[in-house]
């Protein structure tokens, strides 16, 4: 089966900086692309960023709103996939789930870990 | 970015009824459409990709169609597990961008 776990959230001031992290398991960690989606309070999807597998070059690709501040990496030997947040702002106050990807569309979803940017 | 608009962004309807969502791109992207469900509280679900593909355990109920600009999500008779919110999103190009979500309510 299958299973993300998200953690790392929680209460930051603007400017800090925040690491999630996302645990996986069920599945060929080191074969799969990661994505990061977060879902502000009341508000729809937002896609934030992914991670290719190594075997693909390993690189990441961003969302404008967050590129320059966010970094998402990933460990093969833990199965984690991270999403270092700095420079955080009010607007980046979200539900941050990571997902697996299949055919490009997100297939297996975390439960989500929630980030509040607040003074 | 390629943008994706829904209609309606709310619909109110009863079980057993035949449901249409749409999605428009604001440019081609051939067939690369994802459809997810997402229910108060929960993560999202994917049920379709390719546009058309039934995600695995899906209920039959649920169909995709379209290419190009414009698709459509159709639930064939609406269930009461079925009222949520629904997202198109588009897996043409970077960034990834989701539609603003239609929900679907009991009426």
């Known amino acids: 089966e299958v299973q993300l776990v998200e953690s790392g959230g929680g209460l930051v001031e603007p400017g800090g900086s925040l690491r999630l992290s996302c645990a996986a398991s069920?599945?060929?960690?080191?074969?799969?692309?990661m994505t990061w989606v977060r879902q502000a309070p009341g508000k729809g999807l937002e896609w934030v960023g992914h991670?290719?597998?190594?075997?693909?070059?390993?690189?990441?690709g961003y969302a404008a709103p967050v590129k320059g501040r966010f970094t998402i990496s990933r460990d093969d030997s833990e199965n984690t996939v991270y999403l270092q947040m700095n420079s955080l702002k009010t607007e980046d106050t979200a539900l941050y789930y990571c997902?697996?990807?299949?055919?490009?569309?997100?297939?297996?979803w975390g439960q989500g870990t929630l980030v509040t940017v607040s003074s | 970015d390629i943008q994706l608009t829904q209609s309606p962004s709310f619909l109110s309807a009863s079980v057993g009824d035949r449901v249409t969502i749409s999605c428009r791109a604001s440019q081609g992207i051939s067939s690369y459409l994802a459809w997810y469900q997402q229910n108060p509280g929960k993560a999202p679900k994917l049920l379709i990709y390719?546009?058309?593909t039934l995600q695995s355990g899906v209920p039959s109920r649920f169909s995709g169609s379209g290419s190009g600009t414009e698709f459509t999500l159709t639930i064939s008779s609406l269930q009461p597990e079925d009222f949520a919110t629904y997202y198109c999103?588009?897996?043409?190009?970077?960034?990834?961008?989701f539609g603003q979500g239609t929900k679907v309510e009991i009426k």
């Open positions: 999103q588009q897996l043409n190009s970077y960034p990834r961008t």
């Open positions: 390719a546009a058309s």
């Open positions: 991670i290719k597998r190594k075997r693909d070059d390993g690189t990441a």
């Open positions: 997902t697996t990807q299949k055919d490009g569309a997100s297939n297996y």
């Open positions: 069920g599945f060929t960690f080191s074969d799969a692309y």
